[in-house]
């Protein structure tokens, strides 16, 4: 009798938690970030072990990369919850001017990051990440990455200052490949260099393979995180040079989904199969390139700036977004840029500065919307102007839907683009919408989501996962409730799209929203024909 009455108490205390046994949080939260992966990629044929997740976790079918949908952008926002309006990396080149008062520097290299570092007095990004968040609640969050060594050092800014960890084979091939430099030399004396990137189809996958075995092998079974984030670099370097939906991008997904079933065996052999929450998202979609467009030739040409390179207007690309710092933020010069700009076929949509006493998707340039709006502006980094490029759903040579203009720099002509590359960074569907699928204890099950969502949201949700949901309330994102496993219905969750229009004469354009839970994600914009 006395065995049943105990276990009539651990039933009524169970019951009395809520539950609590059944719902114990997951002991790992694992992300990976696979880099210009699209959405459409994902097929039973190709990717059995990515179907099977989205199968049997959360699908995502409204989900946005962030604007300029370029990769340190979206690293940033994925480890900060915030917006680049609050974290200050406003594309994959920045311009400021404690680093270089007359160009922008591009930022796939930590060590100009580090130089902003060290410039700025530790705010390389100017809002706190995850990595700290975690070591305040004396936890710990493990970055892996294949990708460039910029976005790498996004995910843990604060690693070469002793919080967080964060690991890749590029950051001095062969001598430093993570902070701490113990981690560093324990994967060195393990696992030796990581594979040389070149210029072969198959030399960015090698890293790939080098930098998920050191997570399968080293990360997971001995520095047991609480979170990780393991940023695998293709198919974005494959479909820059051949495009989406090439036989040698396809091979390369191909690879990830067999790399990510090899964690999941892992995961099974240390008893954590079940205790892990797993986020699949990329940090952009892609679109194939169609014509370029040399956007310092075309101001030169204009008047607008006497000479490459002058800082009357400094440029920061972010290939199919480009930005412009103009001297002294000059009003009457932002006016004539603008103005060329709208004149030309090549541009797509302005924004500027919001307008004051304006609508708040205006900007104060006539037929532009505000960078606010688009949370790009406000900072101290924010530029005067961002423009974009045409775009369309017409297929490319492989039947892969999703065109647009880029920008090119140097001796670049403008014109029609008849090469294999393709591209990121707009504002077109094909670059905004991105991949994301969820998966695990902390999630629902055989559930698709439509409510809008966004890389910003990862770490909201995270950190709710993790009982830290005090430290979400400052994120521009939101914890994504409805893909919870004790979330509600998702099909009871409101949204609203709305659509904005700014004129300046004959040229027009719209600029499409996604609104639920007082959170606004950009769509997609483009600019009307006559």
């Known amino acids: 009798m006395r065995r049943f009455a105990q276990l009539f108490r651990i039933i009524a205390l169970t019951l009395a938690a809520g539950g609590a046994l059944a719902q114990a949080p997951a002991a790992l939260q694992l992300v990976f970030v696979i880099d210009g992966l699209r959405p459409d990629s994902i097929t039973e044929a190709n990717t059995p072990t990515l179907y099977r997740l989205r199968r049997e976790g959360v699908a995502f079918e409204n989900t946005h990369s962030v604007f300029p949908t370029v990769t340190r952008v979206n690293s940033t926002s994925l480890a900060t919850g915030m917006y680049p309006a609050r974290h200050g990396i ?26 902003l570092e060290e410039a700025t007095g530790g705010r390389m990004v100017t809002v706190t990440g995850i990595a700290e968040i975690l070591a305040q609640s004396g936890r710990s969050m493990v970055a892996v990455s294949s990708g460039s060594t910029g976005s790498a050092i996004l995910l843990a800014p604060k690693a070469p200052r002793g919080t967080g960890t964060v690991i890749n084979g590029d950051f001095f091939p062969g001598t430093q490949v993570a902070w701490p430099k113990a981690v560093s030399d324990t994967v060195l004396q393990r696992f030796g260099a990581a594979p040389k990137k070149g210029g072969a189809t198959t030399a960015y996958s090698s890293s790939v393979d080098w930098s998920m075995q050191v997570l399968r092998d080293y990360v997971l079974p001995e520095l047991k995180p609480a979170v990780v984030f393991t940023w695998m670099t293709e198919p974005d370097h494959i479909q820059h040079g051949l495009g989406a939906g090439a036989p040698e991008s396809v091979e390369a997904i191909r690879n990830d989904d067999r790399q990510l079933g090899l964690v999941l065996q892992k995961l099974e052999a240390l008893g954590l199969r079940d205790k892990t929450n797993i986020i699949v998202v990329s940090d952009h979609g892609f679109a194939q390139t169609v014509f370029n467009v040399n956007v310092s ?39 004539s840029v603008v103005e060329f700009l709208q004149r030309q076929p090549w541009c797509g949509v302005v924004f500027t500065k919001a307008k004051k006493g304006g609508a708040a998707h205006e900007g104060t340039a006539a037929g532009t919307f505000a ?19 045409p775009w369309s759903s017409a297929p490319n040579r492989h039947g892969t ?3 647009e203009h880029a920008q090119v720099s140097g001796d670049g002509k403008t014109g029609t683009y008849e090469g294999t590359g393709a591209s990121h960074g707009g504002i077109g569907p094909w670059t905004v919408r991105n991949t994301m699928l969820a998966w695990g204890p902390g999630f629902k099950r055989g559930t698709v989501i439509r409510t809008p969502t966004s890389n910003v949201d990862v770490t909201p949700t995270l950190l709710h996962l993790l009982g830290l949901t005090s430290a979400t309330s400052a994120m521009d994102g939101r914890v994504m409730l409805e893909a919870l496993a004790a979330g509600p219905d998702e099909e009871q969750v409101a949204t609203e799209i709305r659509s904005w229009r700014v004129r300046n004469g004959a040229y027009s354009a719209i600029l499409q929203t996604s609104e639920t839970g007082g959170k606004r994600y950009i769509d997609k914009a483009w600019r009307e024909l006559p």
């Open 90 to 115: 406003m594309g994959n080149s920045i311009y400021v001017p404690a680093v270089d008062p007359k160009r922008a520097f591009t930022n796939d290299d930590f060590q100009p990051l580090l130089k």
């Open 297 to 335: 030739r075309a101001l030169i040409d204009a008047g607008l700036i006497s000479a490459a390179g002058s800082d009357e207007v400094v440029i920061a690309s972010s290939g199919q977004a480009v930005a412009l710092h103009v001297k002294n933020s000059d009003p009457a010069r932002i006016n």
């Open 371 to 389: 960078l606010e709006y688009a949370h790009l502006g406000g900072h101290e980094r924010s530029p005067d102007i961002v423009f974009t490029f």
């Open 401 to 403: 839907r999703g065109t």
